[in-house]
């Protein structure tokens, strides 16, 4: 009888187990299945034509805002720890952030490179350089946060006539140099993906050092980590372009560019698709190869952005 009774006690127990551990999995899948939705495009509200500027500020503060509300990249205690898609497409909104930052606190924001630097777009800078996967000491959703809270005083000194934003030609094509480095350096990854190993020439220009080769080592884990970088880079350009188009509309205007920059707002939107598995086929295989697929798309808009700088200097 006490034996039947202890057998039905580990049986219980077993049960018991068993139930804590499935609804454990399901929590996790969950909570994975919530946090694996890409962000929605922005429907930004037409910018005063008064404040020059003020898109581009705006549209940085709600990028921040948009990764910093649920940063992943950083988690270690959570179910979204075993997450990698979005995490990677979050780094890629990062990067193209922290170059338009960048460029606004040394040109965008200054009449001459010997001028003294902005404050806060030097403080935004600044929070933007930590360390994406640091948690704690300070985390980095403090300090995408102290970001924000930096363009919010840049786009207030704008307002009121303390902070400048020199919409020129010359910053502009600095800005579009940035982005083609950047989209230079994703792209390579993309297209070298079946590759997977071996040395390759970067799709990066540079015109005093000429090509450059690089050693490539893309283990097939990181096929879907390459390829939703490549699309929050594509993502967070989509809606600086757009914000481009609003500030720089009188250049744009002057130099014939404004249906150029429409092409390349079409052409980087249609980076923001999402296949149900990210494959890595050959050219001769069944399966289709999603990078390369990112990749044309991807390349399109940047030689168009390339087209742009010309058309900026001597159109």
């Not at 400048?164 to 579009?176: G, S």
């Not at 980590?225 to 002057?254: H, T």
Request: overall charge positive; hydrophobic content about 40%; some cysteine.
């Amino acid at each position: 009888m006490k034996a039947n009774q202890n057998e039905n006690e580990k049986k219980n127990r077993g049960v018991t187990i068993g139930a804590v551990i499935l609804a454990l999995i399901i929590f996790c899948l969950i909570v994975m299945g919530i946090n694996s939705r890409k962000p929605e495009f922005f429907e930004t509200e037409k910018q005063e034509s008064k404040v020059t500027g003020a898109a581009f500020i705006r549209t940085n503060q709600l990028l921040i805002e948009q990764f910093a509300g649920n940063w992943l990249p950083n988690d270690k205690f959570w179910p979204t720890a075993f997450l990698d898609n979005i995490p990677n497409f979050q780094i890629g909104e990062l990067e193209v952030v922290r170059y338009n930052v960048r460029v606004l606190r040394d040109s965008l924001s200054r009449m001459r490179t010997t001028d003294k630097l902005d404050p806060w777009a030097e403080g935004a800078f600044t929070a933007l350089s930590n360390d994406p996967y640091k948690w704690w000491f300070p985390s980095a959703e403090k300090r995408w946060g102290k970001a924000y809270d930096d363009l919010e005083k840049f786009y207030q000194g704008l307002s009121t006539g303390k902070s400048n934003f020199y919409a020129r030609a010359d910053n502009l094509v600095e800005l579009l140099r940035e982005y083609i480095s950047l989209m230079g350096g994703v792209n390579t990854r993309l297209i070298n993906a079946p590759k997977r190993k071996e040395t390759v020439i970067a799709v990066i220009e540079d015109d005093k050092k000429g090509a450059k080769e690089i050693e490539l080592n893309i283990p097939w884990r990181q096929i879907d980590d390459n390829f939703y970088y490549a699309q929050g880079v594509a993502y967070a350009l989509y809606e600086s372009f757009r914000a481009i188009r609003v500030d720089f509309n009188a250049i744009l205007k002057k130099k014939n560019s404004i249906l150029l920059v429409d092409k390349i707002i079409e052409g980087l939107r249609k980076c923001y698709f999402e296949p149900l598995f990210v494959f890595n086929g050959s050219t001769g295989s069944i399966f289709a190869n999603h990078s390369l697929n990112l990749s044309g798309m991807f390349n399109d808009a940047r030689q168009k952005i390339d087209s742009l700088t010309f058309s900026l200097k001597d159109g």
